[in-house]
């Protein structure tokens, strides 16, 4: 009976909250500079089912050998992982004009080199190798063809000097359908021996969010215009979602068919296939986790009559002048947040999301301790002011750099935001100290990223906008005329007690009403293991 090969592949896929924000970038925030236009305009699908990044490309591996391979390289996962990264930024259109996103962090790059090479000596023993013979090659017509204007001196050099090889002695290539033939080709160019010890997916690691821009021309202004963009610093500036923390046994399957995947993380080794799930293309609605997490937050619900207009009155100015590009929120969905609880149930724990992508530290969420943290606290009851912030005047802090006038209202993404500041106070920063004060009980609130960072604001988001329909003139000019509305008012002061704040067990992070469920404190240190049940456990989706 005759012994079946797999073709498989490692790779990570970064969550879907770096979806929406890749989404927020596109849309908006970086558009206004043309290199991020033209990809946006002209990029393809990612052709490996989403974006992803290579930790080992498809090679083929006896089906008998699946289970030792498997082990061989969790092992290799189990020790190298997490890995965090920081400060991602558009790198470069690359090989075959994909578009690449990579990151300011020597030591995350260094250590993912590492492990792909210790990954791939890992599979070496598993690898089933192929002899290429110039004559079984018949590809070489149709790769002058598809190269086109590439075939410069350099590449027929290659070229014959592959010829030269295959003539005398058949080569023993990995079997690896993702590597085509240039490749080999141009190693051979520059010099390069041709041995099972090169595989091109040693090179710099990198996110893969775009492919096959297919026009070299727009690739090329692509190429010219990319040094002008920024780092993503000030859209993905959360690093927690770019933590390496697990990876996928891939088999790629024909194209339009999802892969089998298998979570290599903890050694889960439990494959299961996905069904009907779509591609990812910018535009489409991102799918949603079928269980919930939880999230602690204020003034969630009905408001007292003065916020209530004051926030009405905003949602009207959008759209009066955005119109259909505006979505207001329901005013009872509108909250701001005091201190997400997100993780993932690791049998009876639930290990902090937050410290696990920011810190790689496992935390697990005490939940007793929170409900005594939050009964005990001396930051509460807190004043919480918005607007009646002026222009050039000094009020004793910034807000991530900026006066509270240029904070009090800002377009960011592809949401509308109102920001208000906690005054007359013992404490000088409350609502800060009251998010810092829960790290002991195993909650790392997202921007506090390092001990230095300061988080004294609370948000609320009105509404999302649609950026791909405004231009960024119309809404740099309504977020200043809002700005100076609010700087018009008398301040609107609103309390935040005990009693104000909200325990929300959510499947949606904009937490609509209708399909949130709300605790009150009382009710939620009540009902632990409700909400500790909900929780997605390690591993994916359930």
């Known amino acids: 009976m005759p ?22 970038t596109w849309n908006g925030d970086l558009n206004d500079y043309e290199a991020c236009q033209l990809i946006y305009s002209h990029q393809g699908d990612c052709r490996i089912w989403r974006p992803h990044m290579t930790l080992l490309d498809a090679v083929s591996i006896l089906s008998d050998d699946m289970p030792a391979f498997r082990e061989a390289v969790s ?16 790198q470069q259109t690359g090989w075959g004009n994909n578009t690449f996103i990579s990151w300011d962090a020597d030591h995350a790059r260094n250590r ?16 089933v190798v192929e ?56 190693r051979l160019a520059d010099g390069k021996d041709l041995s099972n010890e090169s595989l091109p997916f040693a090179a710099d690691p990198h996110i893969s969010v775009a492919t096959a821009v297919p026009d070299e021309d727009i690739a090329m202004r692509i190429r010219r215009k990319l040094p ?18 697990e990876a996928f046994l891939v088999h790629p399957a024909p194209t339009g068919t999802p892969p089998i995947t298998v979570s290599l993380i903890d050694r889960i080794t439990q494959e299961k296939r996905v069904e009907k799930r779509p591609r990812w293309q910018r535009g489409d609605k991102l799918p949603v986790a079928i269980s919930r997490n939880t999230t602690l937050v204020a003034l969630y619900g009905r408001k007292v009559t003065a916020l209530q207009v004051l926030l009405s009155n905003l949602q009207q100015m959008i759209d009066a002048e955005l119109g259909e590009a505006f979505s207001a929120y329901p005013t009872e969905q509108i909250h701001g947040t005091i201190c997400g609880l997100e993780g993932k149930r690791l049998h009876d724990q639930i290990i902090n999301s937050n410290f696990a992508a920011m810190q790689q530290t496992m935390r697990t969420i005490e939940f007793k301790k929170l409900f005594e943290i939050l009964n005990d606290t001396e930051c509460l009851p807190i004043k919480i002011r918005f607007g009646g912030y002026q222009e050039g005047h000094e009020y004793g802090f910034t807000s991530r750099g900026f006066p509270p006038y240029e904070r009090s ?26 998010r810092r004060s829960l790290r002991a009980a195993g909650v790392l609130h997202k921007y506090h990223w390092d001990r230095k960072t300061i988080d004294n604001d609370l948000f ?35 309390d935040i007690t005990r009693d104000d704040l909200k325990f929300v067990s959510y499947y949606d992070t904009r937490l609509p009403v209708s399909n949130s469920i709300i605790y009150t404190l009382d009710e939620a240190e009540e009902q632990i293991a409700e909400i500790e049940a909900a929780y997605a456990a390690v591993g994916g989706w359930r």
């Open 3 to 24: 012994r079946t090969i797999e073709r498989v592949g490692i790779y990570w896929y970064p969550p879907i909250e770096l979806y929406e924000l890749m989404e927020q």
């Open 75 to 90: 092992k290799v996962l189990q020790e190298y992982l997490p890995i965090r990264l920081n400060n991602p930024h558009i």
């Open 112 to 127: 993912l080199k590492e492990m792909r090479h210790v990954l791939l000596e890992a599979a070496r023993d598993f690898i």
């Open 131 to 186: 002899a290429v013979s110039w004559e079984n090659i018949s590809q070489v017509d149709r790769l002058l063809e598809l190269e086109g204007d590439k075939v410069d001196e350099d590449f027929r050099t290659g070229l014959k000097r592959l010829e030269k090889l295959l003539t005398k002695d058949p080569l023993h290539l990995i079997h690896a359908p993702n590597i085509p033939l240039a490749w080999y080709v141009r």
């Open 228 to 245: 002008e963009v920024p780092p993503w610093r000030h859209v993905l500036e959360h690093p927690g979602y770019h933590c390496i923390e």
């Open 409 to 434: 209202f800002i377009f960011t993404g592809r949401t509308a935001l109102i920001i208000g500041w906690p005054i007359y106070h013992t404490l000088r920063r409350p609502l800060d100290q009251l």
């Open 460 to 494: 609320m988001v009105l509404g999302n906008i649609q950026r791909d329909q405004l231009d960024i003139k119309t809404l740099q000019s309504l977020e200043q005329e809002i700005q100076n509305f609010l700087a018009e008012q008398p301040p609107h002061i609103v």
